[in-house]
């Protein structure tokens, strides 16, 4: 199998998307694609051969532990599986004292945290990659596999027309970077209140990202290629939930709104969904929904991204 190799990823930690170059996040969704299509195809390279990843889990997850645990297996390697209760960080014993020793056993970190502060203090402390799982502020991993599936759907990103239509959260923010990379053009549709985090949105219009912030939900949709939205309560905000409740009234995606979008527009979600707040059901299962073929792209794109930073090429 030939998987294009990023050099400049070798041994680098994978925190944010806005710390990568345009090119070195191309090479991410290229070798994804190459290394998902020559799997599907019976081409299995022991391409970890004989690493470890540590997964450490502030929060729930299914897709995320799932599909680290499944590519380390897949490429040959071995995940450990940490949650916050085995080992008590911060408490039992410093994060700095915890990258201390993972960095003696294992070849990388994924954590999920609620801080992103958590996850720079493990990276700035870990000797190996440190790879974000998911924190308050991006979930880097997502959007890699979102990004991928708009490169099997559409072919060439640049110029595509993708709406946010939700709460400014981490899946907005990685969004952002995404886009940027992309050549895409974003509009997030939130309330007021709600938006993005600033210093993402700053640092990304300053380097060319295209994004426009709107506060009506449906005329954001109108024409759009990709129609995406995530939960308006984050794990963590759970005490928000009735104010949060209030502000998206009329947020709610429900397939009329799909006649609204462009000829070859699609909706994404990337899951869990809460029925009935930020979609319905029939938006997820309506065949213009591609929310299943993201969470199957967790798979490839983080195969890819272990690949880049792990592998020995
Ligand atoms: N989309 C996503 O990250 O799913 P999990 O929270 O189940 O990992
Ligand atoms: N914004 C959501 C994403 C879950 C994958 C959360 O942080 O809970």
Same mark, same amino acid.
């Not at 680098?12 to 996040?25: A, T, V």
């Not at 493990?122 to 490169?151: F, M, R, W």
């Not at 798979?299 to 090429?313: M, S, T, V």
């Given at each position: 199998?030939?998987?294009?190799?990023?050099?400049?990823?070798?041994?680098?930690?994978?925190?944010?998307?806005?710390?990568?170059?345009?090119?070195?996040?191309?090479?991410?969704? @290229?070798?994804?694609?190459?290394?998902?299509?020559?799997?599907? $195809?019976?081409?299995?390279?022991? +391409?970890?051969?004989?690493?470890?990843?540590?997964?450490?889990?502030?929060?729930?997850?299914?897709?995320?532990?799932?599909?680290?645990?499944?590519?380390?297996? $897949?490429? #040959?390697? %071995?995940?450990?599986?940490?949650?916050?209760?085995?080992?008590?960080?911060?408490?039992?014993?410093?994060?700095?004292?915890?990258?201390?020793? +993972?960095?003696?056993?294992?070849?990388?970190?994924?954590?999920?945290?609620? #801080? %992103?502060?958590?996850?720079?203090?493990?990276?700035?402390?870990?000797?190996?990659?440190?790879?974000?799982?998911?924190?308050?502020?991006?979930?880097?991993?997502?959007?890699?596999?979102?990004?991928?599936?708009?490169?099997?759907?559409?072919? @060439?990103?640049?110029?595509?027309?993708?709406? =946010?239509? #939700?709460?400014?959260?981490? *899946?907005?923010?990685? %969004?952002?970077?995404?886009?940027?990379?992309?050549?895409?053009?974003?509009?997030?549709?939130?309330?007021?209140? =709600?938006?993005?985090?600033?210093?993402?949105?700053?640092?990304?219009?300053?380097?060319?990202?295209?994004?426009?912030?709107?506060?009506?939900?449906?005329?954001?949709?109108?024409?759009?290629? *990709?129609?995406?939205?995530?939960?308006?309560?984050?794990?963590?905000?759970?005490?928000?939930?009735?104010?949060?409740?209030?502000?998206?009234?009329?947020?709610?995606?429900?397939?009329?709104?799909?006649? @609204?979008?462009?000829?070859?527009?699609? =909706?994404? %979600?990337?899951?869990?969904?809460?029925?009935?707040?930020?979609?319905?059901?029939?938006?997820?299962?309506?065949?213009?929904?591609?929310?299943?073929?993201?969470?199957?792209?967790?798979?490839? /794109?983080?195969? /890819?991204?272990?690949?880049?930073?792990?592998?020995?090429?």
């Amino acid at each position: 199998m030939n998987i294009t190799s990023v050099e400049s990823l070798k041994g680098r930690d994978f925190l944010s998307l806005g710390d990568l170059s345009n090119q070195e996040f191309q090479g991410i969704l @290229d070798s994804a694609l190459e290394i998902k299509q020559g799997f599907k $195809q019976g081409d299995k390279p022991a +391409l970890l051969q004989g690493k470890t990843l540590a997964m450490i889990f502030e929060k729930q997850s299914l897709r995320t532990r799932s599909t680290f645990d499944i590519a380390m297996y $897949q490429l #040959g390697g %071995h995940s450990v599986l940490l949650s916050q209760n085995y080992i008590g960080w911060g408490v039992r014993e410093t994060i700095r004292d915890v990258a201390s020793n +993972l960095e003696r056993w294992t070849d990388g970190i994924m954590a999920r945290t609620y #801080g %992103h502060e958590t996850l720079t203090e493990l990276a700035e402390h870990a000797n190996i990659p440190v790879i974000n799982g998911l924190s308050d502020l991006l979930h880097p991993c997502q959007l890699s596999a979102d990004y991928l599936t708009l490169k099997e759907e559409f072919g @060439d990103l640049s110029g595509l027309k993708i709406t =946010f239509v #939700g709460d400014g959260n981490n *899946v907005s923010n990685s %969004h952002i970077y995404a886009a940027m990379h992309a050549g895409a053009a974003l509009t997030i549709a939130c309330p007021e209140g =709600f938006d993005p985090d600033e210093n993402v949105l700053r640092q990304a219009r300053d380097q060319g990202a295209q994004v426009d912030i709107y506060r009506d939900p449906r005329q954001a949709a109108v024409g759009t290629d *990709v129609l995406y939205t995530d939960v308006w309560i984050s794990m963590g905000q759970e005490e928000e939930s009735e104010k949060r409740k209030k502000a998206f009234a009329g947020y709610t995606i429900t397939p009329e709104w799909f006649a @609204d979008l462009s000829p070859r527009g699609i =909706f994404m %979600h990337d899951l869990p969904a809460h029925y009935g707040e930020e979609c319905t059901e029939e938006a997820v299962y309506h065949q213009r929904s591609r929310v299943f073929d993201q969470a199957e792209n967790r798979l490839h /794109a983080q195969k /890819a991204i272990l690949y880049q930073l792990l592998a020995d090429h």
